[in-house]
């Protein structure tokens, strides 16, 4: 194996294990905020009405979210933390696809991860309903089977969510490279989207085509 090749399958290890963790903070952070908010405690006293609970999850896993990403592990892996925005990333075109496998297996594992650690710190009752490690649970009108299928497709549209924008920017930039006015007898073009290289050491990193 190439010293090149040996740096790459570090860097790749490396950013696994940081999405490993990453996913792991997310998961234990989602059931915690579920546990205090949904499950029995002063704050779901306060505020019984399951509307208002879930808007205050939603508000602070967004909070939590944005810090794990702008973290230093998250800048370095991407903060994915979700198979469905890596498998986003390389569709758009923004992520080797040898990192798919490591990431998703990674991600898997930390959540698993996540949610047992929060069932050691914060005992039994992460386990029971309605917590139930904060797994998303169907109304009583609703089976199982119904509810994997609406998260499944979920899921799909919001992984062709950027490839329908690329496309949709991509036309319109071309569109704008047509009409627009020549500088020096040369026509602008936007930029498409940005594209992997591989740096010296190895590394992929994204840089930006600029065509003129």
Not at 158 to 174: G, M, N, V
Not at 184 to 200: D, E, I, N, Q
Request: proline content about 7%; glycine content about 8%; hydrophobic content about 50%.
């Amino acid at each position: 194996m190439s010293t090149t090749s040996q740096l790459q399958l570090g860097t790749l290890i490396r950013n696994s294990m940081l999405e490993l963790i990453l996913t792991s903070a997310l998961l234990f952070g989602v059931t915690t905020f579920v546990r205090f908010v949904v499950g029995p405690s002063p704050i779901s006293s306060a505020l019984p009405q399951i509307h208002v609970q879930l808007f205050l999850v939603g508000a602070l896993v967004a909070v939590l979210l944005s810090l794990l990403i702008m973290s230093r592990a998250g800048k370095v892996s991407g903060g994915h933390m979700n198979p469905a925005i890596s498998l986003a990333m390389w569709r758009f075109g923004v992520f080797p696809a040898v990192g798919i496998v490591p990431y998703i297996a990674a991600q898997l594992l930390g959540s698993i991860l996540g949610a047992l650690a929060a069932r050691v710190v914060w005992g039994e009752i992460v386990a029971r309903p309605p917590v139930l490690y904060a797994v998303i649970q169907p109304a009583p009108v609703w089976s199982s089977a119904p509810l994997f299928a609406a998260e499944l497709k979920r899921r799909q549209l919001k992984s062709c969510a950027p490839i329908w924008a690329r496309s949709r920017f991509r036309t319109h930039s071309q569109t704008l490279g047509v009409l627009s006015c020549s500088d020096g007898g040369r026509r602008t073009r936007s930029t498409a989207a940005p594209r992997f290289s591989k740096t010296k050491t190895g590394a992929h990193a994204p840089t930006v085509r600029d065509s003129s």
